[in-house]
């Protein structure tokens, strides 16, 4: 008999995995969170690397959305280490579980920080050590399948590299707190610990989703030139208005004068 919690079967890829019963779990939650971190970031280019099959660009309105990475399927195959991206190219750039399977995570960022433009945002969505999946990926270290082979980031971690890197947190949330079960039926059975978890233990979700913009020292920002031009207005307005009154009062004082 095979326990709801174990896999028989090892998946090739992580987008084999996501195919799965708890891989549509996941993917159901991190779909939602991602389209809110998108929806709002404008601009012209938006580049998702890795998993091509799913489109964590589609809520954001840019342009020019184009997915890259390591499998075929996307507009171009690239190692997220070494991307053919012009450099302050990209206003948004989303990570959906790229750094847990790349050999030089540190490495994805430093590219990441190059290809974003000054403010651009970064989206990543990672696995959290710190819970009962966490803990599955430990007794799951030396398997190779999706996605217990991966070596998990915890999110103080993932702050630390990009704070180093200029990045500032401006969003994020964990979630899937149900034990990482391979039937929905058990996992609709413990659908109760999602909003459990969300009170009583938030950072113990089984996955991450966090946005940060790239902050670059001594920026000024431009202000478009019709504010200029409404601000210049307003001062000569000011000036004028000032000298109106100095002429009122200077007319004036010789009145009082002769009244006394």
């Known amino acids: ?8 079967l090892q998946k090739s890829t992580l987008a084999d995995w996501l195919a ?8 159901e939650w991190e779909k939602g969170q991602v389209d809110q971190a998108v929806e709002d970031v404008f601009g012209f280019n938006a580049l998702q690397i890795g998993l091509p099959g799913v ?13 890259a990475g390591p499998e075929s399927g996307g507009s171009l195959i690239a190692d997220p280490t070494r991307l053919p991206v012009a450099t302050h190219s990209l206003d948004l750039l989303v990570l959906p579980h790229v750094l847990e399977f790349c050999s030089d995570p540190h490495q994805v960022l430093r590219e990441a920080e190059r290809v974003l433009m ?3 945002q970064i989206v ?5 050590p710190f819970s009962l999946w966490g803990l599955k990926s430990l007794l799951y270290q030396r398997r190779p399948g999706y996605p217990w082979r991966g070596e998990f980031v915890a999110l103080s971690r993932l702050r630390d ?3 180093l890197l200029g990045f ?12 990482a079960f391979q039937s929905a039926a058990w996992l609709q059975r413990f659908s109760f610990m999602e909003a459990a978890g969300d009170r009583w233990w938030p950072i113990a979700g089984a996955v991450y989703v966090v946005r940060a913009v790239k902050r670059v020292p001594g920026m000024r920002r431009v202000t478009p030139a019709w504010r200029r031009e409404r601000r210049k207005v307003h001062a000569v307005a000011s000036v004028a208005r000032r000298a109106q009154l100095h002429l009122v009062n200077a007319t004036a004082e010789p009145d009082k004068a002769d009244e006394r």
């Open 20 to 27: 799965t019963d708890t891989g549509r779990y996941l993917l």
């Open 124 to 128: 990543i969505c990672g696995f959290n």
């Open 1 to 8: 008999m095979t326990l709801p919690i174990l896999e028989p």
């Open 161 to 163: 590299w990009l704070k």
């Open 55 to 67: 489109d964590f660009l589609a809520a954001n309105r840019m342009p020019l959305r184009f997915y």
């Open 118 to 120: 000054p403010e651009g």
């Open 168 to 179: 500032e947190l401006n969003g994020g949330k964990f979630g899937c707190y149900a034990p």
